[in-house]
């Protein structure tokens, strides 16, 4: 069983920046790809950027050279850093590991989930 925790959500200004950090544990970190998604109210949740284990990493186009996605193996991490925040980047943000290790934009790609941190992003 692997544990995801969340934290660092927050309301930030347009055009702002915040970071988030998943603390992962009960797993072979180093060897999980890891996942943000996020979900707004009445909406799906959706892929925002993955990590393999070799740290390859994906974005989804709506976040591409706004946000990077990180990973610690020594310290069971994964960051999003998020910069140039827009309102439309709103959500409830999701860690999620997978423990084949290749990153995927498909939530089925994903074993473990976190119980997320709220983002919001005013005009």
């Known amino acids: 069983q692997v544990q995801l925790v969340e934290s660092g959500g927050g309301l930030v200004q347009s055009g702002g920046s915040l970071r988030l950090s998943c603390a992962a544990s009960?797993?072979?970190?180093?060897?999980?790809?890891m996942g943000w998604f996020r979900q707004s109210p009445g909406k799906e949740r959706e892929f925002v950027a993955g990590?393999?284990?070799?740290?390859?990493?994906i974005y989804a186009d709506s976040v591409k050279g706004r946000f990077t996605i990180s990973r610690d193996n020594a310290k069971n991490t994964v960051c999003l850093q998020m910069n140039s925040l827009k309102p439309e980047d709103t959500a409830v943000y999701y860690c999620?590991?997978?423990?084949?290790?290749?990153?995927?934009?498909?939530?089925?790609?994903?074993?473990?989930w976190g119980q997320g941190t709220q983002v919001t992003v005013s005009s």
């Open positions: 009960g797993g072979t970190f180093s060897r999980y790809a």
């Open positions: 990590i393999s284990w070799t740290e390859y990493t």
């Open positions: 999620a590991a997978g423990i084949h290790g290749s990153t995927s934009p498909s939530r089925g790609g994903y074993d473990y």
